[in-house]
């Protein structure tokens, strides 16, 4: 058995990893009362989940791959995440570490993470995140209902002739419209104040 600072290189499970990294994240935004974290949060139109969403000012993604995962889908993830989020942290178990830091782009963070002896997890910062350099705003856009996306044109003065239109044709027009800024701030309000029960089936 490999042992890594003091720590056994056992397997790690999506779960474990999941479970702490949530608790981490709890604590770290304890006393941010506007922060909202979301689980398996859709991207991409639904073809795509990222594991976790801290949604502050700016929306920072975790992408969970533990050793007993695969990285057969981090290609596709790493260009639908790329059009949306702010920031992306890949948490990665040791297996697929070299692999990982060598196919995700230079933006991304990436935290380690061990098992110990006693079957905590330990994580090691091997990168900080770094701001998304090429978000898209069509993209971002689409992250917001037909209601809120209306609401939006309205605040930009850019609703007339769009108020019967269905939600693509008004988040196309946004990203027209709508400065960045602007665009960011709106879908983080939303995000935030969405309730959590209906946020699993409307936001596909």
Same mark, same amino acid.
């Given at each position: #058995?490999?042992?890594?600072?003091?720590?056994h290189?056992l397997?790690?499970?999506?779960?474990?990893?999941?479970?702490?990294?949530?608790q981490?994240?709890?604590?770290?935004?304890?006393?941010?009362?506007?922060?909202?974290?979301?689980? &398996?949060?859709?991207?991409?139109?639904?073809?795509?989940?990222?594991?976790?969403?801290?949604?502050?000012?700016r929306l920072?993604g975790? &992408?969970l791959?533990?050793?007993?995962?695969?990285l057969?889908?981090?290609p596709?993830?790493?260009?639908?995440? %790329?059009? +949306?989020?702010?920031? +992306?942290?890949?948490?990665?178990?040791?297996?697929?570490?070299?692999?990982?830091?060598? #196919?995700?782009?230079?933006?991304?963070?990436?935290?380690?993470?061990?098992v110990?002896?006693?079957?905590?997890?330990?994580? /090691?910062? @091997?990168?900080?995140?770094?701001?998304?350099?090429?978000?898209?705003?069509?993209?971002?856009?689409?992250?917001?209902w037909?209601? &809120?996306?209306?609401?939006?044109l &309205?605040w930009?003065? %850019?609703?007339?002739?769009f108020?019967?239109?269905?939600?693509?044709?008004?988040?196309?027009?946004?990203?027209? +419209?709508?400065?960045?800024d +602007?665009?960011?701030?709106?879908?983080?309000?939303?995000l935030?104040?969405r309730?959590?029960?209906? /946020? @699993?089936?409307?936001?596909?």
């Amino acid at each position: #058995m490999d042992i890594k600072n003091g720590y056994h290189l056992l397997s790690t499970s999506d779960h474990q990893i999941r479970s702490a990294l949530r608790q981490r994240l709890n604590k770290r935004y304890a006393n941010a009362p506007h922060a909202v974290i979301l689980e &398996e949060f859709t991207l991409g139109r639904g073809s795509s989940r990222v594991d976790i969403v801290v949604v502050t000012n700016r929306l920072h993604g975790f &992408e969970l791959k533990s050793d007993r995962d695969t990285l057969r889908r981090l290609p596709d993830q790493i260009s639908i995440y %790329g059009s +949306v989020l702010d920031r +992306v942290t890949l948490v990665v178990g040791y297996q697929h570490a070299f692999e990982a830091l060598n #196919m995700v782009p230079e933006w991304w963070g990436v935290n380690l993470v061990a098992v110990g002896p006693r079957g905590g997890l330990r994580f /090691s910062n @091997a990168r900080d995140p770094k701001d998304n350099p090429s978000p898209e705003k069509a993209a971002l856009a689409g992250l917001l209902w037909r209601d &809120e996306a209306l609401r939006v044109l &309205e605040w930009v003065d %850019g609703a007339a002739g769009f108020r019967s239109k269905p939600r693509a044709a008004i988040c196309a027009r946004i990203a027209e +419209v709508a400065s960045a800024d +602007v665009l960011r701030s709106a879908v983080c309000h939303y995000l935030k104040h969405r309730k959590p029960w209906l /946020s @699993a089936g409307r936001q596909t």
